[in-house]
């Protein structure tokens, strides 16, 4: 991976020179921003000065979030008390960050320090376990930290795969991985809207990095549904998604190759003299006021998804080859707990999940199961309870809630299909 972006990098300096050229061509004069009283800023970093670190290092989310808000209007009180009307909150706000930002940084690269009092590769305390909805076709709990991701799935007929249609991209999906954030799991009280960019970018990133994993259809026909549910978020909620879902396939009984787990590496730097740190499992506060975040998922074999997120004007080779080692260090530690909930996908369905039995006919007798105007293929559904999917190859689907049910259809269309041989 390391020598692959090492390679790509005088490509990418190409396309940054041309870049460069378009921008020297057509850009506009920089707007001057006018500066604050640098009396006043020093007044906000005097009156934050030690309050930040008490409030940075509790480690209780809720109370940490309770504390700073209330820091934050009593350093609007005092300056809108000494200084009134001549500086917005928001201004006040953007400095609060940036010292809260300082403050970590420093913690982290000259005392060690984290947060929540973890060393640079500690990995959060993290317990899982499975079929905890017994009622579901499979099910999966993982917790890691203050995050806790419920993964759902649900096994469905060939024929309930989800169609694409876009500009660039037709076709079928039959593996999806859909992640659903709740404002509760933020301890926030707001109406739930319809899926935004974070829901689909975290499903998608979930979604990719199983995709390997999953049988192909001639080995497991079934359409795969996983809905991860985010109980409590503390940062990481889309790599412990992963690691859900990963729990769920196998207690459905899907043929996955191997377990997956997902982990998120973090990274706090000091540009002007280039020190930094990397993190292990980084939680809120690091992700929101650290300088990287960089999600890392796979099994014990390789990488099966990566995505990077930088807040600095980029990062060493260097970087990034400690971060991948720390992160598959950190993968095999998840791994090994989450093997011991299930190491292998069950031998046996849900009793509650569907049937699928399958036939090949010939092709020419596809017209006589349908029938005219599907008058037969009507009748073998209403009759049996079945689902029937049919394929141009002339294979048939038969998904049924019981076997009884399955085998009543299958029988119905071998009478209509078997050919007499004299």
């Not at 300096?13 to 921003?33: M, R, T």
């Not at 000065?49 to 009180?77: P, S, V, Y």
């Not at 099994?299 to 990062?315: C, F, H, L, N, P």
Request: hydrophobic share 35%; proline share 5%; net charge negative.
């Amino acid at each position: 991976m390391v020598e692959a972006t090492e390679f790509a990098k005088p490509y990418l300096k190409q396309i940054i020179d041309f870049q460069n050229q378009v921008i020297s061509k057509f850009a506009k004069p920089k707007a001057e921003i006018t500066k604050e009283n640098p009396e006043i800023i020093n007044t906000a970093k005097e009156f934050l000065k030690g309050k930040l670190d008490q409030i940075l290092f509790e480690r209780d989310k809720d109370l940490r979030n309770q504390q700073e808000t209330d820091l934050k209007q009593q350093l609007i009180d005092l300056i809108e008390e000494k200084y009134p009307n001549q500086i917005s909150p928001r201004v006040l706000f953007s400095l609060f960050d940036d010292e809260t930002d300082r403050v970590m940084t420093k913690n982290i690269l000259e005392q060690d320090k984290r947060p929540d009092n973890r060393n640079s590769d500690q990995l959060r305390e993290i317990s899982c376990e499975v079929d905890v909805l017994p009622r579901t076709h499979g099910s999966g709990l993982f917790s890691r930290g203050q995050t806790t991701a419920l993964s759902i799935l649900t096994l469905g007929a060939p024929g309930d795969q989800q169609l694409l249609e876009g500009m660039e991209i037709s076709g079928k999906k039959r593996f999806m991985l859909h992640y659903n954030f709740p404002p509760y799991s933020v301890g926030e009280v707001k109406p739930m809207r319809g899926p935004g960019r974070r829901e689909i970018g975290h499903g998608s990133i979930g979604e990719k990095a199983l995709l390997p994993l999953i049988p192909k259809a001639e080995d497991f026909p079934y359409t795969i549904r996983v809905v991860s549910e985010i109980l409590s978020s503390n940062g990481s909620s889309s790599m412990a998604s992963i690691s859900g879902a990963s729990l769920a396939l196998m207690d459905a009984g899907v043929p996955i190759k191997s377990q997956a787990a997902g982990i998120a590496i973090g990274l706090v730097m000091d540009e002007e003299t280039e020190k930094f740190c990397v993190l292990t499992d980084i939680q809120g506060p690091e992700d929101h006021h650290g300088d990287m975040d960089f999600k890392v998922a796979g099994t014990r074999k390789g990488i099966t998804v990566i995505q990077m997120d930088v807040k600095i004007s980029g990062i060493t080779q260097e970087i990034l080859k400690i971060a991948l080692e720390k992160a598959r260090k950190a993968r095999l530690q998840i791994l090994d707990i989450t093997e011991k909930a299930i190491s292998k996908p069950r031998e046996k369905l849900s009793p509650y999940a569907p049937r699928i039995l399958t036939i090949q006919i010939n092709p020419n007798k596809i017209r006589e199961v349908v029938g005219p105007g599907g008058k037969i293929i009507n009748e073998i559904v209403s009759e049996t309870g079945a689902t029937i999917d049919i394929e141009q190859t002339g294979l048939i689907f038969i998904t049924a809630e019981t076997e009884d049910s399955a085998q009543k259809a299958l029988k119905w269309i071998e009478n209509i299909t078997h050919e007499t041989r004299v």
